[in-house]
T-cell receptor
Framework: AQRVTQPEKLLSVFKGAPVELKCNYS??????LFWYVQYSRQRLQLLLR??SRESIKGFTADLNKGETSFHLKKPFAQEEDSAMYYC?????????FGTGTSLTVIP | DTEVTQTPKHLVMGMTNKKSLKCEQH?????MYWYKQKAKKPPELMFV???????INESVPSRFSPECPNSSLLNLHLHALQPEDSALYLC??????????????FGPGTRLTVL
């Protein structure tokens, strides 16, 4: 069975502090993983895809197949990073979303 | 055009009404999706269309009926809904299988209230 786990429902950090949002997955095939972000009153939008190994808005995420993890990291959190973050797994056109982590960056 | 559009933005309907939600994309994507999202919850997959054919139905009640008239359009027909069906309905699209980048692009959603 395919599954995505985000263990933290809520996460609060101070502005300027490092932030890490955890994501673990379970998938028998070769995973295709994404991070999506939903800002208040905005549509769900793609933040990162593992395959392109990019850094967007200071965020990075590395796929660790040994630990089956795809944690999202940013060295210095900003207030505008406050949002809901979803980790997602693509299993052959079927996307599985984690339960989401609500990040609050405290000024 | 790199957006997924959805109409209407808001919909209020009674349990005996028939209504439709519409979704459109002009990115040449061949996979389209309907999701249901309750407040502070992740999107729940309802249907997947791949190359205009229904490929996945996640055991959705028959009061929800999807339709894909062409590769750019996706409809969701609603009939005899229940109050618990009130939610944000999201449409998404992606390139489809065998694409290098297969992330989903989401519409803004239709906020549905069933009275």
């Amino acid at each position: 069975a395919q599954r995505v786990t985000q263990p933290e429902k809520l996460l609060s950090v101070f502005k300027g502090a490092p932030v890490e949002l955890k994501c673990n997955y379970s998938y028998s095939g070769s995973p295709e993983l994404f991070w999506y972000v939903q800002y208040s009153r905005q549509r769900l939008q793609l933040l990162l895809r593992h395959i392109s190994r990019e850094s967007i808005k200071g965020f990075t995420a590395d796929l660790n197949k040994g630990e089956t993890s795809f944690h999202l990291k940013k060295p210095f959190a900003q207030e505008e990073d406050s949002a809901m973050y979803y980790c997602a797994l693509n299993a052959g056109n079927q996307f599985y979303f984690g339960t989401g982590t609500s990040l609050t960056v405290i000024p | 055009d790199t957006e997924v559009t959805q109409t209407p933005k808001h919909l209020v309907m009674g349990m005996t009404n028939k209504k439709s939600l519409k979704c459109e994309q002009h990115m040449g994507h061949r996979a389209m999706y309907w999701y249901k999202q309750k407040a502070k919850k992740p999107p729940e997959l309802m249907f997947v269309y791949s190359y205009e054919k229904l490929s996945i139905n996640e055991s959705v009640p028959s009061r929800f009926s999807p339709e894909c008239p062409n590769s750019s359009l996706l409809n969701l027909h609603l009939h005899a809904l229940q109050p618990e069906d009130s939610a944000l309905y999201l449409c998404a699209s992606s390139h489809g299988l065998a694409a290098t980048y297969n992330e989903q692009f989401f519409g803004p959603g239709t906020r549905l209230t069933v009275l």
